[in-house]
């Protein structure tokens, strides 16, 4: 992998800007963002701005295309640097019932720690608790996932519950772990935060992976590595940063800010699947935070993450400083549940 010159990804990105007030609305554009150009299935060492499509017309078939779908058309020529035309029709990463073969994460966890099944009570599914994070005003532990996990709704009212494991897993309001507090939708992020009940102890450790040791800004190239509900640990690394996706979900539309790319390592086939949502991405070489699982597309293999650093910063919580926390109230009899 090569490194990207400051300066050119300082124009590359001034470049995205033009490209998202021209196309990120447009029906076809999925994401818009700045990274590896690729050719042949192969990077080609080139920075660009990458214009993710639906159905991508074949060259032969372009002019016929264009002649019929005047208002779809990508025009390069709008765009003050080297374009990237890629296929692509990502989706969130949440699921419903019937569940996947029998695993642990899927299980009543106590301590909560990242990895594992969860959701609101007006999500029939199941998406993944990213980890612990407090609150930057009172301190106070909470659970950080997607807003389409925690919430799911604009009529979704603070105080909703989150139960642990998630709805399409068997769990109902006995696992309440927590209420739903605030989101970050409005300011493009689709992340929210809900206050632990104090019903259970958390931990700060990602399953199968370990803790989380602060935060890091993606960089193109970054191996990352994550802990989800679906397909457990995975590896992957960043081909793009600093996208937009725009969405309409829920009853109104919007855009998703601060998105990345991974796609997997060589010889590696999955970096996520549905129920993978919320999870947390942590660079390889220090377990730091760096994004937010958001989303995914099979064909080819890849994932889109939400920068971490921006998410912390839009829902006012930090990283938790301790390694992990007492439940306030006395847990249930072990014989009456079933701990992971």
Avoid: C
């Avoid at 990895?115 to 532990?141: A, H, K, M, N, R």
């Avoid at 970050?184 to 102890?201: E, S």
């Avoid at 193109?220 to 309409?248: A, C, L, N, Q, W």
């Amino acid at each position: 992998m090569y490194n990207i010159d400051p300066h050119e990804m300082r124009e590359a990105l001034q470049a995205r800007e033009v490209a998202s007030a021209y196309y990120l609305y447009n029906p076809r554009v999925r994401l818009i963002d700045v990274g590896y150009k690729i050719k042949d299935d192969q990077y080609t060492g080139q920075t660009a701005v990458r214009i993710h499509l639906r159905n991508k017309p074949e060259q032969a078939t372009f002019e016929e295309f264009s002649a019929l779908n005047e208002d779809l058309v990508i025009d390069k020529s709008k765009i003050p640097f080297e374009v990237d035309l890629i296929e692509a029709n990502y989706q969130m990463d949440w699921s419903w019932p019937p569940p996947p073969p029998e695993n642990n994460r899927r299980r009543y966890h106590d301590p909560l720690r990242g990895g594992i099944s969860v959701s609101s009570e007006w999500l029939y599914g199941f998406g993944t608790l990213g980890g612990i994070v407090q609150d930057g005003v009172t301190g106070d532990p909470m659970i950080l996932s997607n807003w389409h996990v925690l919430a799911g709704s604009a009529y979704a009212p603070r105080g909703l519950s989150v139960y642990q494991p998630g709805y399409g897993d068997g769990g109902n309001y006995t696992d309440t772990v927590a209420t739903l507090e605030r989101h970050g939708m409005d300011q493009g992020i689709d992340g929210a935060v809900a206050r632990l009940t104090g019903d259970r102890g958390w931990i700060n450790d990602q399953l199968e992976i370990g803790p989380v040791n602060g935060s890091k800004t993606p960089t193109v190239g970054m191996k990352v590595t994550k802990s989800g509900r679906m397909t457990k640990v995975t590896h992957g690394f960043i081909d793009g940063i600093m996208g937009e996706y725009p969405i309409r979900y829920a009853g109104f539309t919007t855009s998703i800010r601060f998105v990345f790319r991974i796609v997997p390592l060589p010889g590696l086939d999955q970096v996520s699947n549905k129920g993978d949502s919320g999870s947390f991405w942590l660079d390889e070489e220090g377990h730091r935070a760096v994004g937010l699982h958001f989303a995914g597309y099979d064909f080819p293999e890849t994932a889109l993450a939400i920068s971490m650093p921006e998410v912390l910063s839009a829902l006012n919580v930090t990283l938790p400083t301790g390694v992990r926390g007492a439940p306030a109230a006395a847990p249930q009899p072990a014989a009456e549940r079933v701990y992971a």
